[in-house]
Every structure is written in structure tokens, then in C-alpha cells.
């Protein structure tokens, strides 16, 4: 099912935002600021779910498990979660 919403979203949505990048500065640094970003990102997303693709269940359960504690750590410690933007 996400393999197939991958082929299908996420896949056409990276391929463009790389070809507005190609063309270069279009005068709206915070436009392409944000494109930029927003590639960075999925691009992330994609390839961690690629290595989770490749583990085996139990693994899979394993961490995602590991990872709902992960986030409750973070709320409780904001200071430690280093993607969270601090005012």
C-alpha cells in the first residue's frame, strides 16, 4: 500500500521539486528556501522507509515501539529534540 502511494505521490512531487531546483534562483529566496526544505525532508522520509522496508516484522514492531517511547522522552525534554525549533 505505501509502496504503491510512493509510485504513485511521492515519487512525481520529489522529481519536481528537483527540477524547480535545477532551474536555478527564481528571485524568491524564500520560496526556493522552502523547496529546498521540503526535498531535504521527503527525501529523508523516503529513505527511512526504505530501511524499514528491508527489516524483518519483529524488528519492525520492535522499533516502532521504541520510537512511541523516543517521542514521549522528547515532549517531556524539548531541549534534547534537535529538529524542534526554539523561540
Same mark, same amino acid.
Given at each position: 500500500?505505501?509502496?504503491?502511494?510512493? /509510485?504513485?505521490?511521492?515519487?512525481?512531487?520529489?522529481?519536481?521539486?528537483?527540477?524547480?531546483?535545477?532551474?536555478?534562483?527564481? $528571485?524568491?529566496?524564500?520560496?526556493?528556501?522552502?523547496?529546498?526544505?521540503?526535498?531535504? #525532508?521527503?527525501? #529523508?522520509?523516503?529513505? &527511512?522507509?526504505?530501511?524499514?522496508?528491508?527489516?524483518?516484522?519483529?524488528?519492525?514492531?520492535?522499533? #516502532?515501539?521504541?520510537?512511541? =517511547?523516543? $517521542? $514521549?522522552?522528547?515532549? /517531556?525534554?524539548?531541549?534534547?529534540?534537535? &529538529?524542534? /525549533?526554539? =523561540?
Amino acid at each position: 500500500m505505501v509502496a504503491e502511494r510512493r /509510485k504513485r505521490e511521492v515519487d512525481p512531487t520529489l522529481t519536481k521539486l528537483r527540477e524547480i531546483e535545477l532551474t536555478g534562483p527564481q $528571485g524568491d529566496p524564500y520560496a526556493e528556501a522552502r523547496i529546498s526544505e521540503l526535498r531535504e #525532508m521527503i527525501e #529523508m522520509m523516503t529513505q &527511512f522507509h526504505d530501511e524499514m522496508n528491508r527489516l524483518e516484522t519483529e524488528r519492525l514492531v520492535q522499533l #516502532m515501539t521504541m520510537g512511541r =517511547k523516543l $517521542g $514521549g522522552l522528547l515532549d /517531556k525534554a524539548p531541549r534534547f529534540n534537535p &529538529f524542534k /525549533k526554539v =523561540k
